[in-house]
Structure formats: structure tokens, C-alpha cells
């Protein structure tokens, strides 16, 4: 609400929106407070398992809140659809074939055994896995030299590289 830009412009809206604010912090606050107890307990825990003389060798163990490290899902998350557009285009393209093809395996093959063990129906993960297998076999076959933009990048490069311009 913070961003809309019709909200920041309207008095009226503005107004409603901290009424929105309000409630909703003060329908939160009691769930807010218990997991604050939880978090309290937790921890206190985790650090009493530690004798004095490990306490007093070592600074205690500060367990960080989850959502407040500095890489959470939410960061991971944004990224994911970035990555799986420059491999999916890499791999139409055929530019750097294996390695977007390595790359697509790595990251099925982990959807994959995210939900693991697989299920028959509309939630399987079975596909993911076939497709990680035929990502290999893309990475393995050597599949961008004889079409698609690593042809042509396999031709500059021998034709830089080969050992007849060196030596001449």
C-alpha cells in the first residue's frame, strides 16, 4: 500500500490506509507476541545446552531470526525465473549448450528431490526428473557444436585458435 502511487496522491486514501495499518497491526499483535515467546524459549534452549567452560572458550551462539539472514528464500525465490530464462534461451539458441544443459539438470534434478518421495498424480515430480536425465544427455553428446550459435562460436574459435595460426 506504502507504494501505490494513487494512495499517496488521494489525503483520502492515505488516511484509509493507516486505518488498514492499524488494524492490521493490532489483529497481528497477539500472534506477533507469541511467536516472540516461542523465539524467547527457543533460544534459551539452544544456549543452555552449552556448559559454562564451553561458554566462557567459545562466544555463545546467537541463532538469527528466520526472514532477518541476510539470504533467505525471498532473495532465491527473485532470482529463479531470471535463471530460468537465460537457460531455457540458451538452450534454444544453442548457445553454450552444455553448460545451460548442466545447469537445467542441477536445477530440475533439485525441484526434484525437494519433493521427495515422489507421488503419482497431479503432484508428481516425475517429469522434472526426465527432463534432468535429458538435459544430461544434451550435456554429454556435445549438442551445440553442429547447429544452433555454438556452431558458429566453434568456428571462430578454431579458426583463432588453431595451432596453424599460432605458428605462422
Known sequence: MD?????SGVSSLGG??????????????GAMEEIEKIWKNYTSSLLSIATPEQLQAHR????????SARVDTSV?????????????????????????ALAAAGFLASVFLSQYPPTAGP???YY????????????GTGA???????????????????PETAEA
Do not use: N
Request: hydrophobic residues 50%; aromatic residues 12%; glycine residues 6%.
Open 3 to 7: 507504494r501505490d502511487p494513487v494512495r
Open 16 to 29: 484509509q490506509r493507516e486505518t488498514i495499518r492499524k488494524e492490521w497491526t493490532s489483529k497481528g499483535a
Open 60 to 67: 555463545a551462539f546467537k541463532p538469527t531470526m528466520p526472514r
Open 76 to 100: 532465491i525465490d527473485a532470482m529463479v525465473p531470471y535463471f530460468d530464462i537465460a537457460v531455457g534461451l540458451c538452450l534454444l539458441f544453442g548457445l553454450f549448450t552444455p553448460v545451460a
Open 123 to 125: 503432484g508428481s515430480t
Open 128 to 139: 522434472q526428473l526426465i527432463e534432468a536425465m535429458a538435459c544430461l544427455v544434451l550435456a
Open 144 to 162: 551445440g557444436r553442429f547447429a544452433g550459435l555454438d556452431y558458429f562460436l566453434h568456428l571462430v574459435v578454431r579458426k583463432f585458435c588453431s
